[in-house]
């Protein structure tokens, strides 16, 4: 199992040819409250840097890009009913959607733990 | 931040000690929230908010024959309007077009005004244009603060004994810990509460003893805005501006009837006429099926897809848990149950038209008891 982050303030987390994606504490702490969310369904195929969810604070509306490409096997439901996952635990249960992904070399692209903070701590 | 050009309001150091997310707004650095818009937005609801709006431009008006002078540039019947009462009015253009909304109160031989934020160089400069013959005076240094929710009450009146009888829309002279204020049972969230005027350079000491109290917290721009949607309130420059007229806003209780009668005000013959004939939009309140905020810029559709419409504001609403918005929609489309189709990022929404407010208003109206 291995964890990716972007630029874009997404973590991706690999197990096999599965990823699972959602966005990080930081960037739930600047949006704000959520209030709804909009996943991608299953066998929706997604590519990279493209759109891929929708997420909407009481400010304002953000869309999520797929940090990596591949063909979507699980949209997170639990984010129609309780959109504030995000805000509570947005690297667990507020995960956004799963993946398989179509190129794995894509991910070496993406920034390791210690990469983001660093990444962060220069905004 | 701070390097952007904008203003600083007298507590923007406090905003900042008390965690606020600073943003610029109406050519300030103005507090947007402090722990989250959410909470703010509900503990205002169920306790009491303190709000900063120093940057709203406060004016005293005096001269000569006054209330005849004043009453050519507003639509309202200030012969009705005794000492210490406030009522809420707007300046127009010929066109009987918005050029800004506002409260206006009589306090002994002045009025004093309270006009946006970010229009209020221009309304001066527009009222010393119409009343050559009267003395504008902008207050710069004076500080406004608002108390709102239903313990703002408790809270105040335990610093200044006596406000406790002010009912909706009456204000007075009172001290708040030897800081003079002039303060009004009004504001802008559909709760009961305070506005609180005092100079810039006793602001301070008034927030903190404000804030200590145990009912108080402070709140930023972001749950005013959805504390004011909830309450169907238009936010100037957003639901209002200079392509609206009162009639087509919905604001026709802020032209009183011997005003629409007599005239003698900018965009009488307009306002007139759209009285009687209607208008060719109107606006109203939208309840958005599900969750998803429906914002300002969003489109009211026709069957075809032509846009018909425009969404003004919209969000989430804290208390009904639900998407709500005001939208200009065509006349015949205004009714309280019209079906209105909008269209947001390529999106369809579902809404229909719903009476404003959305959330009741809970105004300490005289008699009303409590």
Do not use: C
């Not at chain 2, 918005?98 to 309270?114: A, N, P, Q």
């Amino acid at each position: 199992m291995s964890l990716y982050f972007t630029k874009e303030h997404e973590w991706i987390q690999v197990e096999g040819d599965i990823a699972t994606v959602g966005i990080t504490d930081f960037a739930q702490g600047q949006l704000g409250d959520i209030v709804f969310v909009e996943v991608p369904s299953a066998g929706t195929q997604v590519s990279q840097g493209g759109d891929a969810a929708v997420v909407e604070s009481v400010k304002a509306a953000s869309d999520v890009y797929a940090p990596v490409s591949g063909e979507v096997v699980e949209g997170n439901a639990a984010l129609e009913a309780d959109p504030s996952l995000v805000n509570t635990a947005p690297e667990g249960e507020g995960w956004f959607f799963k993946l398989k992904l179509s190129d794995e070399g894509q991910l070496e692209g993406l920034m390791n733990a210690d990469e983001y903070k660093a990444f962060v701590d220069s905004q | 931040m701070s390097d952007t050009g904008e203003k600083t309001l007298p507590l923007d150091a406090w905003h900042r000690a008390k965690g606020a997310r600073m943003v610029p707004f109406a050519g300030y650095q103005m507090p947007i929230q402090y722990e989250g818009i959410m909470a703010e937005h509900k503990w205002t609801r169920e306790s009491a908010g303190l709000f900063d709006v120093s940057h709203m431009g406060q004016l005293v008006i005096t001269g000569p024959n006054l209330d005849k002078a004043l009453e050519s540039v507003l639509p309202a019947d200030l012969g009705l309007l005794k000492d210490g009462r406030l009522r809420y009015s707007l300046l127009l253009t010929e066109d009987g077009a918005i050029i800004d909304d506002l409260m206006v109160t009589r306090r002994g031989d002045h009025f004093y005004l309270v006009v946006n934020g970010a229009t209020k160089d221009g309304d001066i400069a527009h009222l010393e244009r119409m009343l050559p013959g009267l003395v504008i005076d902008h207050m710069k240094e004076q500080a406004l603060l608002a108390l709102q929710g239903q313990k703002a009450v408790d809270a105040l009146s335990r610093v200044a004994p006596g406000v406790e009888e002010l009912t909706f829309m009456t204000g007075g002279m009172f001290e708040i810990d030897g800081v003079p204020a002039w303060i009004s049972r009004s504001g802008y969230t559909g709760e009961d509460g305070f506005e609180i005027s005092v100079q810039a350079k006793d602001v301070e000491k008034v927030a903190d003893l404000l804030a200590s109290q145990p009912e108080v917290k402070p709140i930023g721009l972001g749950a005013r805005d959805s504390l004011r949607l909830e309450a169907g309130l238009p936010l100037y420059g957003h639901d209002l501006d200079t392509t609206t007229t009162p009639v087509e806003a919905d604001l026709t209780f802020a032209l009183s009837k011997r005003r629409r009668e007599e005239g003698g005000f900018p965009g009488w013959h307009r306002i007139a006429s759209e009285l009687q004939n209607g208008t060719i939009t109107k606006r109203v309140g939208l309840a958005v099926e599900g969750r998803q905020p429906v914002r300002e810029g969003a489109m009211v559709v026709d069957g075809e897809g032509n846009e018909v419409g425009r969404v003004t504001s919209g969000g989430f609403s804290p208390t009904l848990e639900a998407a709500i918005a005001m939208a200009y929609v065509p006349l015949a489309s205004a009714q309280e149950g019209t079906a209105i189709t909008l269209a947001q990022r390529g999106k369809i929404f579902q809404a229909r038209v719903v009476p404003m407010p959305f959330v009741p208003h809970k105004y300490h109206r005289k008699g009303a008891g409590k």
